[in-house]
């Protein structure tokens, strides 16, 4: 069983930074990508970021990259997402979540296990 705790979410002013963590417990680091999205009021659950399971590559949303980075302490169980240069349109309740799928997958239905999520809201 795997189990995903998310933190660092909070109230953060436009062009400030927040950085999201994960705690996973279980055997995630071995073969699980690990991913980041976000949903905000009245909208689906949207990819954000997503890091293969040795940490080698990446890939972001167009809306977040440039901004967001994705990273991962496999020897810690952690996952992480620093977020520079946050908007309003950044708002949403932020989650993190594993898969077992190959490659650099984005749609949320290849995801197995999801956290509670962590509250981002961005004042202007």
């Known amino acids: 069983q795997v189990h995903l705790v998310e933190s660092g979410g909070g109230l953060a002013q436009a062009g400030t930074s927040l950085r999201l963590s994960c705690a996973s417990s279980?055997?995630?680091?071995?073969?699980?990508?690990m991913g980041w999205f976000r949903q905000a009021p009245g909208k689906e659950r949207e990819f954000v970021a997503v890091?293969?399971?040795?940490?080698?590559?990446?890939a972001y949303a167009d809306s977040v990259k440039g901004r967001f980075t994705i990273s991962r302490d496999n020897a810690r169980n952690w996952l992480y997402l620093q977020m520079n240069s946050l908007n309003p349109e950044d708002t949403a309740m932020y989650y993190c979540?594993?898969?077992?799928?190959?490659?650099?997958?984005?749609?949320?239905?290849?995801?197995?296990?999801w956290g509670q999520g962590t509250q981002v809201t961005v004042s202007s």
């Open positions: 979540a594993a898969t077992t799928y190959g490659g650099l997958p984005t749609s949320r239905n290849l995801y197995s296990y």
């Open positions: 279980g055997r995630v680091a071995a073969g699980y990508g």
């Open positions: 890091i293969n399971w040795r940490g080698s590559s990446t």
